[in-house]
């Protein structure tokens, strides 16, 4: 059983793409975070050498943490005096930096998709495989190490999965998304081509939802992961909506099932980590919703401070067995609040601070 011990002190994180939307919201949840506290902001060589307040285009909701805005914003090739780094970057910036700084000893927490797929580094949502989180031990060339949270929309996908998958045996899923316009970023997608409308392609999107979601629902085997075997099928659409990507699900298990099973195994699942007591775990993971027009972005994406998956519309199938809707939302849970509760965990199972010593 891991100690429940808090850290002894705060535990001075880096942030990566500090001015970026979703080093943004890191700093927005870490500025009274119990357990991390910001040690160093990290941009683009256009932003270093200003402060913080000068380089950032803040995007809200509220002000600028006045703690954050006097910082200086340092370049990427720093490697700073910090306990760990939680990663905004892009993809092409992730590949270049992240690797160096775990080189360097420091964990870094992430959520660009550069190595996502790396047989040694873990994908994780800590509800559904918190066990993966060993495999930072396979990372033994390096003195830190890597820990990547999946997709934002995957993170819905899979957390309406796993009950269902653990209770029944899952064979295929059908997913199609609505993705949120703060999914792209900032400035993100054009309002002369989403308002009004509707995107039906968002590059890149339908490949890691069809395989992401086999690395977090697969095992630890050897000295990589086994991948889960079900098939998937996927469609990712940009819609008008600022936060909050809706999936609607048709899956396919091992036998036939009612409606009231499924309900069952969904409200069971609970809260798997609350034995952990990590500050940004909600108190449920999933919420049902009961209305025939739920969930919605508008009101059901900060459920849980938008740490928890809202679910709706569970029915039979026609084609598959059973069909239902998640709500995730996308900024939070999908991206920097699924990471720093990453990192909630690789400090409960000692992966963090001074009880870390790397792999011989």
């Not at 090739?77 to 993809?91: I, K, N, Q, Y």
Request: with cysteine; hydrophobic share 45%.
């Amino acid at each position: 059983m891991p100690s429940l011990e808090a850290p002894p002190r705060r535990l001075r994180a880096a942030v990566l793409g500090a001015t970026g939307a979703v080093g943004q919201t890191f700093l927005r949840l870490l500025a009274d975070h119990p357990w991390f506290e910001v040690g160093a902001l990290i941009a683009s060589e256009r932003s270093a050498g200003r402060s913080y307040g000068e380089a950032v285009r803040w995007l809200g909701p509220g002000p600028l943490p006045a703690a954050f805005a006097g910082l200086p914003v340092l370049p990427p090739e720093t490697v700073p005096d910090c306990d760990l780094a939680f990663s905004g970057l892009d993809t092409a910036a992730a590949a270049e930096i992240e690797p160096r700084l775990a080189a360097a000893g420091l964990p870094v927490i992430s959520n660009a998709g550069a190595f996502r797929m790396d047989p040694t580094v873990p994908l994780l949502v800590p509800e559904v495989n918190a066990e993966h989180a060993h495999r930072v031990r396979a990372q033994a060339t390096w003195p830190g190490f890597l820990v990547t949270n999946p997709n934002c929309s995957v993170v819905g996908l899979v957390m309406a999965a796993k009950p269902l998958a653990d209770a029944f045996g899952l064979e295929a899923l059908q997913v199609t998304t609505l993705q949120a316009i703060s999914g792209a970023g900032y400035p993100g997608v054009a309002a002369l081509d989403v308002l009004g409308n509707v995107l039906p392609w968002i590059g890149n999107e339908e490949e890691k939802l069809e395989t992401e979601p086999q690395k977090i629902l697969g095992r630890l085997a050897g000295d990589g992961f086994q991948l889960a075997e079900m098939r998937i099928s996927a469609q990712a659409n940009r819609v008008p909506v600022v936060d909050g990507h809706l999936l609607s699900m048709s899956l396919r298990f091992g036998r036939r099932v009612a409606i009231d099973e499924v309900r069952r195994a969904l409200d069971g699942f609970g809260q798997p980590l609350a034995s952990l007591a990590l500050p940004s775990a909600p108190a449920r993971a999933l919420a049902l919703c009961d209305g025939p027009e739920e969930p919605q972005p508008r009101l059901h994406v900060g459920l849980g401070a938008g740490m928890t998956v809202s679910l709706g519309r569970l029915r039979h199938c026609p084609i598959e067995d059973v069909r239902l809707v998640a709500l995730v939302h996308n900024t939070i849970r999908g991206a920097a609040g699924g990471a720093i509760l990453n990192a909630e965990l690789l400090w409960r199972l000692g992966y963090l601070g001074p009880r870390w010593s790397c792999p011989n």
